[in-house]
């Protein structure tokens, strides 16, 4: 299963956790919208050797107060592959205003995964519950490829454009992901 998600804006350097929990709410709609659609839509996953629906109740995670729903999970058998293409004002050189490369990419990445405790969650506005994650942990991805290029339509200085290609790789076939 491939699929993109995006997001354009600004995204500080070394990202707070409210920060990163503001970023996970900005990508929700997409990652909710993969619940929708083939092939997580209608198909069935094998727990303690049952067969049951697969819903979004099947992979929650609790943290604290909130509630996540990853893409990537163990229980599924899945981990990813991550394609990155940042598009940024000026030249791409790897550092531009407002921050480096690797933090930037931290944040965003810790923005994918699932809070791993309370203290990574911080009051923001209220989130859908529950909100949609990339996966469950920073763990499940086994390849990363960054490319950086310059956005030419850039409205200031620090904002970016980052595309982000995922590819899911089950790491064994089971009836809950044969379809994926």
Request: aromatic share 4%; proline share 5%.
């Given at each position: 299963?491939?699929?993109?998600?995006?997001?354009?804006?600004?995204?500080?350097?070394?990202?707070?956790?409210?920060?990163?929990?503001?970023?996970?709410?900005?990508?929700?709609?997409?990652?909710?919208?993969?619940?929708?659609?083939?092939?997580?839509?209608?198909?069935?996953?094998?727990?303690?050797?049952?067969?049951?629906?697969?819903?979004?109740?099947?992979?929650?995670?609790?943290?604290?107060?909130?509630?996540?729903?990853?893409?990537?999970?163990?229980?599924?058998?899945?981990?990813?592959?991550?394609?990155?293409?940042?598009?940024?004002?000026?030249?791409?050189?790897?550092?531009?205003?407002?921050?480096?490369?690797?933090?930037?990419?931290?944040?965003?990445?810790?923005?994918?995964?699932?809070?791993?405790?309370?203290?990574?969650?911080?009051?923001?506005s209220e989130?859908?519950?529950?909100?949609c994650c990339?996966?469950?942990?920073?763990?499940?991805?086994?390849?990363?490829?960054?490319?950086?290029d310059t956005?030419?339509?850039?409205?200031?200085?620090?904002?970016?454009?980052?595309?982000?290609?995922?590819?899911?790789?089950?790491?064994?076939?089971?009836?809950?992901?044969?379809?994926?």
């Amino acid at each position: 299963m491939k699929f993109h998600l995006y997001y354009r804006g600004n995204l500080k350097s070394n990202g707070s956790a409210r920060e990163k929990q503001r970023l996970r709410i900005s990508l929700h709609p997409q990652l909710s919208a993969l619940w929708e659609r083939e092939p997580l839509l209608d198909h069935t996953i094998s727990l303690d050797g049952k067969k049951e629906e697969l819903t979004k109740q099947a992979v929650l995670e609790t943290v604290g107060k909130w509630t996540f729903c990853p893409v990537i999970t163990p229980l599924l058998r899945l981990r990813c592959e991550l394609d990155i293409l940042i598009l940024m004002p000026g030249k791409a050189t790897g550092a531009f205003a407002g921050g480096d490369i690797d933090n930037r990419l931290k944040t965003l990445l810790d923005a994918l995964r699932c809070p791993q405790n309370k203290n990574e969650v911080r009051d923001v506005s209220e989130p859908p519950s529950p909100l949609c994650c990339l996966m469950k942990d920073d763990s499940l991805i086994d390849a990363i490829r960054i490319e950086c290029d310059t956005l030419l339509d850039a409205q200031n200085e620090s904002e970016l454009l980052f595309l982000v290609q995922v590819n899911a790789v089950k790491t064994a076939v089971t009836w809950g992901n044969v379809a994926l």
